[in-house]
């Protein structure tokens, strides 16, 4: 199976400072077709998880531009550029391209 | 809007079985894969099983393999996870989401295994 491995596990943030988010995965994510099926999951507290980015980079509807990835092969990054309050959350990396998905270990972003 | 509703947890004996199922609306239910996903208390997501938009593909997850049966009703607009043989660690709170990308998600039902 993927092992997706995600750095930090928890994560400090002062309102309106920047975050950042490593996923890593043990095999490269390119699938057949050409394209990366890495997505990122926020988790609020209390709520289910709700899909931000898919395909490495591109944002669902809805989701805030702060919020933005990156990345290709086995190396991803998931940004927000301003910390507001409503991303207190858990977020979580999974790969698509290979069967079983697998989900990162889930980091917990926090306001200082 | 898409709207997936879970329903038929509860608690359930060791080595005993639950269906779940799953209720969508908002889209062309049969245009789709569909994918069950649950998460223990306190933990992360755990992949469980996908099936086609025909029924015809299915994945499983090697924690259920042989346990659990996914399937879907496309005239009812409806997933299931038929789980049987269940064990203590199957407690969690399964969501069903639409595609294997995992686009939307259900508010989950929570399963309880204990004695």
């Known amino acids: 199976d993927v092992v997706m491995t995600q750095s930090p596990l928890s994560l400090p943030v002062t309102l309106g400072q920047p975050a950042s988010i490593s996923c890593r995965s043990s095999q490269s994510l390119v699938y057949s077709d050409g394209n990366t099926y890495l997505n990122w999951f926020q988790q609020r507290p209390g709520q289910s998880p709700r899909r931000l980015i898919y395909?490495?980079?591109k944002r669902d509807s809805g989701v805030p531009d702060r919020f933005s990835g990156s990345g290709s092969g086995t190396d991803f990054t998931l940004k927000i550029s301003r910390v507001e309050a409503e991303d207190v959350a858990v977020y979580y990396c999974?790969?698509?391209?290979?069967?079983?998905?697998?989900f990162g270990q889930g980091t917990k972003v926090e306001i200082k | 809007q898409v709207q997936l509703v879970e329903s038929g947890g509860g608690l359930v004996k060791p080595g005993g079985s639950l269906r779940l199922s799953c209720a969508a609306s908002?889209?062309?239910?049969?245009?789709?894969?569909m994918s069950w996903i649950r998460q223990a208390p306190g933990k992360g997501l755990e992949w469980v099983s996908c099936i086609s938009s025909s029924g015809s593909t299915i994945y499983y997850a090697d924690s259920v393999k042989g346990r659990f049966t996914i399937s879907r009703d496309n005239a009812k607009n409806s997933l299931y996870l038929q789980m049987n043989s269940l064990r203590a660690e199957d407690t969690a709170v399964y969501y069903c989401?639409?595609?294997?990308?995992?686009?939307?998600w259900g508010q989950g039902t929570l399963v309880t295994v204990s004695s």
């Open positions: 989401a639409r595609d294997i990308q995992l686009y939307a």
């Open positions: 908002g889209f062309t239910f049969s245009d789709y894969y």
């Open positions: 999974m790969q698509g391209t290979h069967w079983p998905r697998t």
């Open positions: 395909k490495v980079s």
